[in-house]
T-cell receptor
């Protein structure tokens, strides 16, 4: 049973560019959340997708957008990259009607460096 | 807003017991989770408390007091491989949940 997968693993971009990160959820999961984790910090919630719609959003500007596809996979897009966008981007999946454990499974992340 | 406070670093001896505390101030609360993250790795789920009390999962236990906005993670029989960062996280609902993570506690287990 494949867990959460993300691509690419590493990415280098320059300021002002745009980036797209991809995530495939764990089998049986229908909800995908994206997080940004700066070095030495905890993950910061960006947004959550369910049934191809954004359902919850954290305190991130509109430069951060996403999409969920019918097969539950998801993309995170970041426009007009800033140096401060350099971070590990994590995708996490769960089943919306999951157990009370509310378990999220995280992917390995995409490490983005903006120069 | 949401804020979660944890100690930044803890050092403990192999075989001992360590407790990592978490206090939270949140506008919505549904449950408290704990995650472990090794350097360079992804967070992995350890434990969840939706109700007050103690939850035990092997060597790990987690406690929640909703009235005190407080929880802790207890690690017993520490092993060297337990050296990692530990995060508490609050989910604000059961469905379309927003999860807020603390800044993390770096645990170092020494021989």
């Amino acid at each position: 049973d494949a867990g959460v997968t993300q691509s690419p693993t590493h990415l280098i971009k320059t300021r002002g560019q745009q980036v797209t990160l991809r995530c495939s959820p764990k089998s049986g999961h229908d909800t995908v959340s994206w997080y940004q984790q700066a070095l030495g910090q905890g993950p910061q919630f960006i947004f959550q997708y369910y049934e191809e719609e954004e359902r919850q959003r954290g305190n991130f500007p509109d430069r951060f957008s996403g999409h969920q596809f019918p097969n539950y996979s998801s993309e995170l897009n970041v426009n007009a990259l800033l140096l401060g966008d350099s971070a590990l981007y994590l995708c996490a999946s769960r089943h919306i009607a999951g157990t009370s454990e509310e378990t999220q499974y995280f992917g390995p992340g995409t490490r983005l460096l903006v120069l | 807003g949401q804020s979660l406070e944890q100690p930044s670093e803890v050092t403990a001896v192999e075989g001992a017991i360590v407790q990592i505390n978490c206090t939270y101030q949140t506008s919505g609360f549904y449950g408290l989770s704990w995650y472990q993250q090794h350097d360079g790795g992804a967070p992995t789920f350890l434990s969840y408390n939706g109700l007050d009390g103690l939850e035990e999962t092997g060597r790990f236990s987690s406690f929640l007091s909703r009235s005190d906005s407080y929880g802790y993670l207890l690690l017993q029989e520490l092993q060297m491989k337990d050296s990692a960062s530990y995060f508490c996280a609050v989910s604000d609902s059961g469905g379309y949940q927003k999860v807020t993570f603390g800044t993390g506690t770096k645990l170092q287990v020494i021989p």
